[in-house]
């Protein structure tokens, strides 16, 4: 219906489509001026109001709306993060850049919906963070010696599994802990260790979400554990992955959608066996320990294209310097980085129109932009949603690719649609 429907917007192989949404009675309400406090107060109004309605829905995820990423919510967890995030905000431990749904369900799944042990791991985290300086760490940390390191230590990201996550692969018996320990040091290696956590929060999972059209957050881990020798591992090697696991535990909760240990021997499985009775049954229902006749069980989660091929896939990567090196991933696909980098939280939304084509009052608006901030274009009759988000929406991420803030940004964005308006009143008379 004309008048209250707001309307989403997504490409979709190349063609821009529109997706009504619910009523957008409620957000013009909340577009009004209020605290931080407030708004939580009312987003757990509407969420009581919603689980009447229905057990689990599905959602827009604002951060990659420019594209549609399909984002199922169940009820349940949706209360227990809207109560996560309000206890967040009365005890001002909820910075901006962290208030994400995913991340807080990630943080309360963790401790197992205990609201209390939550808030605990939550602000450790926060000051984890602050300590360590994770914030400015992709900008400001350089490993200078990546590439000794990565001969010591083959490792990387390589791929998607068929559920659209990344791949991330260790070579374990390739790594030769003397030689690294002689190139780097405990303190910066686990520094680039964080630094690979960040960015693939910043760049390859919004990457694979935009590719795969569902929010992924978590990754497929395989271990080759193809002629390790536990003697050589030594006490800094086995420090240093306890101290590697320790930081991904306590604040890069839930991210391992499964692990693959191939090529183990008898005499590590004889030792998981035994360890696996003191470990946490979810997490060794994450694991699976595999001898040397691994590849059915790898094909049934990844594709042959997406395997290098020392793990029995098709890959070799021939031309980068081989599978590890690569990079393969969505998140080298320059269109789609563009849309993380610019994107980083397009949102566009037809507020009011009068038909489907005229007289149309685009919003552009950033979920992580205060609402005061909100670029408003009134486009002319000629300029239609289409245009939009073909010509306009593309040109401005290409003059601006780096991250966007509509407020800062907002005369650069009104003179792309200044000229488009121009162009499409020219093109019809
Ligand atoms: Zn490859």
């Known amino acids: 219906m004309p008048g209250d429907g707001a309307v989403r917007y997504y490409q979709e192989n190349g063609k821009a489509k529109a997706l009504d949404l619910e009523t957008s009675e409620d957000e013009k309400r909340r577009t009004r001026g209020r605290s931080l406090r407030k708004k939580a107060m009312t987003a757990s109004t509407k969420l009581t109001h919603s689980l009447k309605r ?11 709306a420019a594209i549609s990423v399909n984002d199922v919510r169940d009820a349940k967890e949706e209360a227990a993060v809207n109560a996560f995030r309000q206890a967040l905000v009365t005890k001002d431990l909820l910075p901006p850049r962290h208030d994400d749904y995913h991340t807080l369900l990630r943080f309360l799944k963790a401790r197992k919906f205990d609201l209390h042990k939550t808030i605990l791991m939550w602000s450790e985290m926060l000051y984890w963070r602050k300590e360590n300086g994770v914030d400015s760490i992709s900008q400001d940390f350089v490993y200078e010696e990546f590439e000794e390191v ?3 230590y083959p490792h990387g990201y390589h791929g998607v599994d068929k559920g659209g996550r990344p791949v991330y692969i260790e070579r374990l018996g390739k790594i030769e802990p003397h030689k690294l320990m002689s190139v780097t040091t405990v303190d910066r290696f686990l520094k680039y260790h964080v630094q690979g956590f960040e960015k693939a929060f910043s760049e390859k999972f919004p990457a694979c979400s935009i590719a795969a059209k569902r929010h992924i957050d978590s990754t497929i881990t395989i271990l080759d554990a193809h002629g390790l020798n536990w003697m050589s591992f030594g006490k800094v090697a086995h420090d240093l992955v306890m101290r590697m696991q320790k930081i991904d535990g306590d604040n890069y909760p839930e991210t391992l959608h499964q692990m693959y240990i191939v090529n183990a021997g008898s005499g590590f499985k004889l030792l998981w066996n035994t360890a696996k009775t003191f470990l946490d049954p979810r997490t060794t229902a994450k694991i699976n320990v595999l001898g040397n006749k691994f590849q059915s069980k790898l094909l049934e989660v ?11 896939g098709s890959c070799c990567c021939a031309n980068e310097g081989g599978c590890l090196r690569s990079e393969k991933g969505p998140w080298k696909d320059p269109e789609i980085m563009k849309l993380v980098h610019a994107g980083d939280a397009l949102y566009l939304r037809k507020m009011r129109s009068l038909s489907d084509e005229e ?5 552009l608006y950033s979920s992580k932009t205060s609402r005061s901030e909100i670029t408003t274009a ?13 010509q306009v929406l593309p040109e401005f991420i290409q003059v ?3 991250q966007w803030r509509p407020a800062a940004d907002r005369s650069a964005f009104d003179s792309v649609i ?7 009143n020219q093109t019809s008379t």
Request: proline share 6%; with cysteine.
């Open 54 to 64: 229905r057990s689990s829905r599905r959602v827009a995820d604002c951060r990659y």
């Open 150 to 152: 990565q001969r010591h």
């Open 302 to 312: 990844i594709d042959l294209s997406q395997l290098p091929d020392f793990l029995g």
């Open 359 to 363: 007289d149309i009052d685009i919003k």
């Open 378 to 390: 009134d486009a002319s009759p000629n300029l239609r949603q289409n245009d939009f988000t073909q």
């Open 400 to 402: 601006r690719p780096n």
């Open 418 to 424: 200044e000229r488009h308006v121009q162009a499409a």
